[in-house]
């Protein structure tokens, strides 16, 4: 939506807005013939005195009717309020679930992915933690906000690495796990170099500085040879234990 179009008036101003037809409402660029054959009004929704959001009605040409912005008003007086309620509802749930510096499943999220698969306890999976080496030094050298965009670019250099199903989380820290819902070790294994290898073929740049990352990664395998889908989180990490004590930007696994 364009910021000088009708709607993002409405929004910006408080104030309904209606146009005769030939004017784009949302500013998209539509083309001429089909913008003079809709006219509309851009009807903002107020909870309090904050612009929620706006309402769009569209229909045959026609000009401005003060009446009928009035009798708007009057139909969404209780829109306005209702919609801010459940946007707090919905960022409450995404809250319960997202880390919220890099956007990424969170923990409590991993856990829930992880009983979940209870019942398909005959396929296999495979949980890789993937630990961000040297992050202190990083901090220490190029601050703390240098820092959060090392993770931030991290978590996309996940998600690229990873397949559809997969599901990906920041647990703590510059720590991520992965989680890998019928995949045996070996996929799992190729997983986390594709991980590494990712990771360190993509530096962070910041303010002009190119600061290489690479990360060292610790998986284990459910059924074999963990033997119980429990025991996953205690044996990945124990891998990454001694991929970080092998040297770091390595792939051990349990």
Same mark, same amino acid.
């Given at each position: 939506?364009?910021?000088?179009? #009708? ?27 089909? =913008? ?9 929704? %107020?909870?309090?005195?904050? &612009? ?5 009605? %569209?229909?045959? #040409? ?23 309620? %459940? ?24 856990? =829930? ?7 398909? $306890? ?29 993770? =931030? ?8 690495? &990873?397949?559809?199903?997969?599901? &990906? ?50 998986? $284990? ?13 205690? $044996? ?16 051990? =696994?349990?």
């Amino acid at each position: 939506m364009s910021a000088e179009s #009708p709607v993002a008036h409405a929004i910006a101003t408080g104030l309904p807005v209606a146009t005769r037809g030939p004017e784009d409402l949302f500013g998209l660029g539509v083309p001429g013939r089909r =913008r003079s054959e809709r006219a509309g009004i851009a009807y903002p929704l %107020l909870d309090g005195d904050i &612009v929620v959001g706006a309402l769009v009605l %569209l229909g045959p #040409p026609l000009g401005p009717d003060v009446a009928a912005l009035e009798d708007l008003g009057a139909l969404l007086t209780d829109l306005g309020p209702r919609l801010a309620a %459940l946007r707090a509802v919905h960022d409450a749930e995404r809250r319960a679930v997202v880390d919220p510096l890099t956007g990424l499943r969170n923990r409590r999220e991993l856990e =829930r992915a992880m009983a979940a698969y209870g019942p398909r $306890a005959s396929e296999p999976a495979t949980l890789v933690y993937v630990d961000l080496d040297h992050f202190k030094r990083l901090n220490d050298t190029l601050g703390h906000p240098a820092g959060d965009a090392a993770l =931030r670019h991290v978590a996309r250099l996940l998600e690229t690495a &990873v397949r559809d199903g997969d599901l &990906v989380a920041r647990i703590g820290g510059e720590e991520f796990a992965v989680w890998l819902p019928g995949t045996p070790l070996r996929e799992g294994m190729e997983v986390a170099d594709r991980i590494r290898r990712s990771v360190a073929e993509k530096p962070l740049t910041w303010t002009g500085t190119v600061y290489p990352l690479t990360t060292s990664c610790g998986l $284990a395998c459910y059924p074999q040879p963990i033997g119980d889908l429990l025991n996953l989180p205690a $044996a990945a990490d124990a891998a990454l234990y001694r991929a970080k004590q092998g040297g770091r930007n390595r792939v051990e =696994r349990a």
